[in-house]
């Protein structure tokens, strides 16, 4: 079946870079994209952004555009996601899921466990 | 406004039927999933395209949309159904949540 496996929790002082990585196995990579989701502790699911796993293409929210890079690897089925200059509020679970394409809309249908970063200092 | 606006709770008495709404601008627009999320898991896809239910999610769920407001609906809900359920839409490969739905089963 298909799985997307995270890198375990970090915990960074403010100011300092975060890369979660979210290995995926049982299916096509590059026929699919990787959307990155964040829940802060207690809230609801934040849309980061997306990228496909064919060509390479993001689009990231506005919200952390310039602080976000979210990159993939496939000769090892990989998908990554680069948080920098990240400040307290960015503490949070953080979820990468297979991005499917329906025929008339994307959809998430295969999540990661979640990784959890905590900001500290 | 990209907002999903979601009631903050529902409650459902065991075998009877919960509605979720989910509301924004354009939504007539745009096709609608929604996820379910039960504390310390990972959420899971229970409706896609407005009405579309993936293979091993329970009938008992279904979807629907009128103007711009999307509906999920739990017939005959039971115990396990209780968690958090999370409306998104999509627009030029930018997915937008909902605020988030807490649905209590009394």
């Known amino acids: 079946q298909v799985q997307l496996v995270q890198s375990g929790a970090e915990v960074k002082k403010p100011g300092a870079s975060v890369k979660v990585s979210c290995k995926a196995s049982?299916?096509?990579?590059?026929?699919?994209?990787i959307s990155w989701v964040r829940q802060a502790p207690g809230q609801g699911l934040e849309w980061m952004g997306w990228i496909s796993a064919y060509n390479g293409h993001t689009n990231y929210a506005q919200k952390i555009q310039g602080r976000v890079t979210m990159t993939t690897d496939t000769s090892t089925r990989t998908a990554y996601m680069e948080l920098r200059s990240l400040r307290s509020d960015d503490t949070a679970v953080y979820y990468c899921?297979?991005?499917?394409?329906?025929?008339?809309?994307?959809?998430?249908?295969?999540w990661g466990q979640g990784t959890p970063v905590i900001v500290s200092s | 406004s990209d907002e999903l606006i979601q009631p903050p709770s529902v409650s459902v008495s065991p075998g009877q039927t919960a509605s979720i709404t989910c509301s924004g601008d354009k939504l007539d627009h745009k096709y609608t999933c929604w996820y379910q999320q039960k504390p310390g898991q990972s959420p899971v896809l229970v409706i896609y395209e407005d009405t579309e239910r993936p293979s091993g999610i329970p009938e008992r769920f279904s979807g629907s949309k009128s103007g711009n407001t999307a509906t999920l609906s739990i017939s005959g809900t039971q115990a396990m159904d209780e968690a958090d359920y999370f409306c998104q839409a999509w627009d030029s490969s930018a997915g937008v949540f909902g605020t988030g739905t807490k649905v209590t089963v009394l």
């Open positions: 049982n299916y096509t990579f590059t026929s699919y994209g």
């Open positions: 899921a297979r991005g499917a394409w329906g025929g008339r809309s994307w959809r998430n249908d295969y």
